[in-house]
C-alpha cells in the first residue's frame, strides 16, 4: 500500500510538472518575441533552390499550387512566418503533399525583437523555401520592415533564387506596393466612397525606392488582394490603384486571387492559375489602367467619392479561371504586349463611389499608348502590302509588328526601308518604329 501511494504521489507530481512546463513554454516563446515548432531532421541541409513565387487567396490551399512551390526548394528546409497561430503548417508542409523535405519550422513572431532574433535571423537565412501563413498583415510590416530579417527575405528571392509564398496577409505583402491594413480592414464601399479613408492605408509612398520593403521578381509594379469574392474587394483593389496613379502618376498593376485560388509565378514570368474551376467559381485578376486611352483619375479627393471611370474602362482586367492543373495563364513579365491564356477581359470604371464591370472581347494594346510620338513625315508604301513593305525617308531603324489583338508577330532591324511581310496572314497590322530614341506607330493592311 506504501509503495503503491508513493506511486501514485510522484505520477502526479510528475503531471504536475508536465502541465507547468506546457504553461511556461508560450510564455518563454512570447518574452523572446517568437515560438518555435519543428518537424523533421534537425541537421540543417542546403541545396540548389529555384526561384519559384505563390500567391494563394486566403483559405484552404491549394494542393497542386503548393506542391509546385514545394518541389522548388528540391528537398531542403522549409520555414513558415507567421504572427499568430501554431503547427497547423507542419506535417501538410513536411508529409501531407507527398514532396520531400528535410524539415518544416514554423516560426511564430510575435514582436520585432522576435523578428531579429539571432535564432529566427539563422533559420530564415538557411531556408530553401519561405511560406508566409494569414493573420494581420500590419504585423508583418510592423516587425519585419526595415531591420535584419526583411534583407534576409529579400536575400531568399533575389540572390538564393529560393522559392516563396503567402495566403490572405502573407500574399498582401509580396507586392512591391501593398495594403498594409495599418488602421484595420477596409470594404470597397469604404475605399470608393472616400478614397482617403483612415483605413486606405497603402506602402509604396515615401520609400526610396517605391517599392520599400520586399521587392519580389516580376511583382516590383504590382499591389495585391486577396479573399476578393468574399468579400467583394474590386472596388478597394481599385482604390488603391487610383491613389497611386492620382498622386504620384504611377500605373501600378494588381494581382488578386478568390479565395481558395493560387497565382503561381516561375523564373520565365508566367503566372499560372490554380483552382477548381468549373466545378467552383474560382478566378484571379490581373489588372492595369487602361493604356488605350488618354487615361487619369477624374476625381480622388478626401471625402469625396471616387470616380475613374473613362466610359466604365479606365481598367482592363483578364479575368482567369484557375484549373487544378494551372493550365490558364497570364505572362506577368509583359502586362502591355503578353500572351494570356484561358482568361477573359473585363472593362472596370468608378463613377460616383461605384463599381461597373461590363465584358469586353477587346485585350490590352498599349502600342498606341507607348507612341512618344507622331510622324506625320513618315509614310508606308504599298498600302494595302502583298510582300515587301516601305518606309519613305528613313533608314536603319528598329521594328515591331502587333496584329489586331496586340499580339507581337515580328520584330527586326532594318538597315534598309524595306521590311518583309509576304508571311503575314490578311489584316489590320500596327508597325512601330523606333529611330534615335523616337517612336512612331503607323497602321498598314496586309492584303
Not at 522549409?78 to 503533399?97: A, E, M, Q, W
Not at 520586399?214 to 511583382?219: D, G, S
Not at 499608348?369 to 502590302?385: A, I, M, T, W
Request: aromatic residues 12%; hydrophobic residues 35%.
Amino acid at each position: 500500500m506504501v509503495i503503491l501511494n508513493l506511486y501514485l504521489y510522484w505520477k502526479i507530481r510528475i503531471n504536475m510538472i508536465k502541465r507547468l512546463l506546457l504553461f511556461l513554454f508560450p510564455l518563454l516563446g512570447f518574452s523572446q518575441g517568437y515560438t518555435s515548432y519543428f518537424t523533421g531532421n534537425p541537421t540543417n541541409i542546403t541545396t540548389t533552390t529555384q526561384f519559384g513565387v505563390c500567391l494563394m487567396g486566403g483559405a484552404t490551399e491549394n494542393d497542386n499550387a503548393m506542391i509546385w512551390l514545394l518541389n522548388k526548394a528540391n528537398g531542403g528546409d522549409v520555414v513558415v512566418l507567421r504572427s499568430t497561430g501554431s503547427n497547423g503548417y507542419n506535417d501538410y508542409l513536411y508529409s501531407d503533399l507527398g514532396v520531400t523535405v528535410n524539415s518544416v519550422e514554423t516560426l511564430v513572431i510575435t514582436s520585432v525583437a522576435g523578428a531579429t532574433n539571432p535564432y529566427v535571423l539563422d533559420k530564415v537565412s538557411k531556408a530553401e523555401m519561405i511560406w508566409f501563413a494569414g493573420g494581420d498583415q500590419w504585423n508583418y510590416i510592423s516587425y519585419f520592415k526595415n531591420n535584419a530579417l526583411e534583407d534576409l527575405l529579400n536575400n531568399h528571392v533575389n540572390v538564393k533564387h529560393a522559392p516563396i509564398g503567402g495566403t490572405s496577409a502573407g500574399m498582401a505583402i509580396l507586392g512591391g506596393y501593398y495594403f498594409s491594413a495599418q488602421n484595420g480592414t477596409v470594404t470597397s464601399a469604404q475605399a470608393m466612397n472616400n478614397p482617403y479613408h483612415p483605413n486606405v492605408t497603402v506602402g509604396g509612398f515615401t520609400g526610396t525606392p517605391y517599392s520599400d520593403f520586399l521587392n519580389i521578381p516580376f511583382l516590383g509594379n504590382t499591389i495585391t488582394d486577396t479573399h476578393y469574392d468574399n468579400p467583394d474587394r474590386r472596388g478597394r483593389h481599385a482604390t488603391f490603384l487610383a491613389r497611386f496613379k492620382a498622386e504620384l502618376t504611377l500605373d501600378i498593376n494588381g494581382i488578386a486571387c478568390n479565395e481558395y485560388v493560387a497565382v503561381c509565378i516561375g523564373s520565365d514570368g508566367i503566372a499560372h492559375v490554380y483552382g477548381d474551376y468549373p466545378n467552383y467559381q474560382e478566378f484571379a485578376y490581373f489588372i492595369q489602367a487602361n493604356c488605350n486611352i488618354a487615361n487619369f483619375v477624374e476625381n480622388c479627393q478626401s471625402g469625396q467619392p471616387l470616380t475613374w471611370n473613362f466610359g466604365g474602362s479606365a481598367l482592363k482586367v483578364y479575368k482567369v479561371p484557375g484549373t487544378m492543373n494551372g493550365t490558364n495563364y497570364f505572362q506577368v513579365n509583359n502586362w502591355e504586349f503578353g500572351t494570356h491564356s484561358g482568361g477573359s477581359w473585363e472593362d472596370w470604371g468608378i463613377l460616383n463611389g461605384v463599381l461597373n464591370v461590363t465584358t469586353s472581347g477587346i485585350p490590352i494594346n498599349c502600342v498606341l499608348g507607348n507612341s512618344d510620338f507622331e510622324n506625320d513625315e513618315l509614310h508606308l508604301f504599298p498600302n494595302p502590302v502583298d510582300n515587301n513593305l516601305y518606309v519613305e525617308g528613313l533608314f536603319d531603324f528598329e521594328f515591331e509588328i502587333y496584329d489586331s489583338l496586340g499580339k507581337n508577330v515580328i520584330s527586326g532591324k532594318s538597315v534598309v526601308n524595306e521590311i518583309e511581310v509576304s508571311n503575314l496572314a490578311k489584316g489590320i497590322y500596327l508597325l512601330k518604329i523606333t529611330s534615335e530614341d523616337k517612336t512612331t506607330i503607323k497602321k498598314f493592311i496586309k492584303q
